[in-house]
Nanobody
């Protein structure tokens, strides 16, 4: 499995930008779809965005499409989530995830998880 460590969370005001990073380790890193999920208090973990291991186009949830951009740098073994025009409803713990399916949008489709990083957006 791939080991994942997130960084870059914090407290920002609505409308601001933030970039999350996720450093991956493991010999099979390039074979994993790498994605981001988030979980707000009292809510289920929800899909945000992912980059398939096939290197086809990234895919996003409707709630973040046009505001967030996911990308991966295989040389640095890092996947990024650039978040622009942040809203209070984006407040959550953000998790990096690794999976073997090319286009899963559910937590069950991922086998490796980071510890999470808190993003808080004040209105």
């Amino acid at each position: 499995q791939v080991h994942l460590v997130e960084s870059g969370g914090g407290l920002v005001q609505a409308g601001a930008s933030l970039r999350l990073s996720c450093l991956a380790s493991g010999p099979t890193y390039t074979s994993y779809t790498l994605g981001w999920f988030r979980q707000a208090p009292g809510k289920e973990r929800e899909f945000v965005a992912a980059v398939p291991w096939t290197r086809s186009s990234p895919f996003y949830s409707d709630s973040v499409k046009d505001r967030f951009t996911v990308s991966r740098d295989d040389a640095k073994k890092t996947v990024y989530l650039q978040m622009n025009s942040l809203k209070s409803e984006d407040t959550a713990v953000y998790y990096c995830a690794g999976g073997l399916l090319p286009s899963s949008r559910v937590p069950a489709g991922y086998v490796s998880w980071g510890q999470g990083t808190q993003v808080t957006v004040s209105s």
